[in-house]
């Protein structure tokens, strides 16, 4: 059973502040990973995908992935109360333009008080 | 572009009883995929479609859980007989070309009580 392993917190930041989210993934032949944001009563949405080695910034939010490490993050920088939700990290066994499982960990709940 | 609809949003049965949930994925997204999410944790996938073919359903519980996906397009996600642990949300999700990259509808909450 491949693994998806995130912190579930609750993880809590002041207004402005960097949030730090984490995951690991058991599967050492996956090839793309993503975040979902969760907001309460909610679907997911896809917020970041990355597909290779380092840093992908998109606006406030920097996905970093090391492969070797089997470790995916997501930073949220200037965070903002409206960020306050569960953030999903998602794994695919397969490259990016074909088909395969995605597994997502249980979800890392996020607060950010004014 | 319209998103993801699905029905009922809300649906509470007796267990034994039996329901069914109905999905129209985003026009043009070939690959549509059935989630199961219980509270606390992530969505876990029952069955994946290409097209009206089944590209994954080894985690569907096949004695009580059925699907189809009609002519490429709508999908139905039905559970029969409804045990108690089966309360959850179920997302229905749709891709175009990149998997992983899920669009999701509302989600149909069932309460088996």
């Known amino acids: 059973q491949k693994e998806v392993e995130q912190n579930s917190g609750p993880l809590s930041v002041p207004e402005g502040a960097i949030a730090s989210l984490n995951c690991t993934y058991s599967d050492r032949g996956s090839q793309s990973f993503f975040w979902y944001r969760q907001y309460s009563g909610k679907s997911p949405e896809l917020i970041m995908s990355?597909?290779?080695?380092g840093d992908k910034e998109d606006g406030r939010f920097t996905a970093q992935l090391n492969k070797a490490s089997q470790y995916v993050s997501l930073l949220i920088r200037d965070s903002q109360p409206s960020d306050s939700a569960t953030y999903l990290c998602?794994?695919?066994?397969?490259?990016?333009?074909?088909?395969?499982?995605?597994?997502f960990g249980r979800g890392t709940q996020l607060t950010v008080w004014p | 572009e319209a998103g993801v609809a699905q029905s009922p949003r809300y649906k509470i049965i007796e267990k034994r009883q039996s329901v069914a949930f109905w999905c129209n994925p985003i026009s043009g997204h070939a690959t549509l995929y059935w989630y199961q999410q219980i509270l606390g944790q992530g969505p876990k996938l029952l069955i994946q479609?290409?097209?009206?073919?089944?590209?994954?359903d080894s985690q569907l519980p096949k004695d009580r859980f059925s699907a189809e996906r009609l002519k490429g397009v709508d999908s139905t996600l039905k559970i029969q007989p409804a045990k108690l642990e089966d309360s959850a949300v179920y997302l229905c999700?749709?891709?175009?070309?990149?998997?992983?990259?899920?669009?999701f509808g509302e989600g149909s909450r069932l309460t088996v009580l």
């Open positions: 990355i597909y290779s080695n």
């Open positions: 999700a749709s891709s175009f070309r990149v998997a992983g990259e899920l669009f």
């Open positions: 479609f290409q097209n009206n073919g089944v590209v994954d």
């Open positions: 998602a794994v695919n066994e397969g490259r990016g333009s074909t088909l395969g499982r995605l597994y």
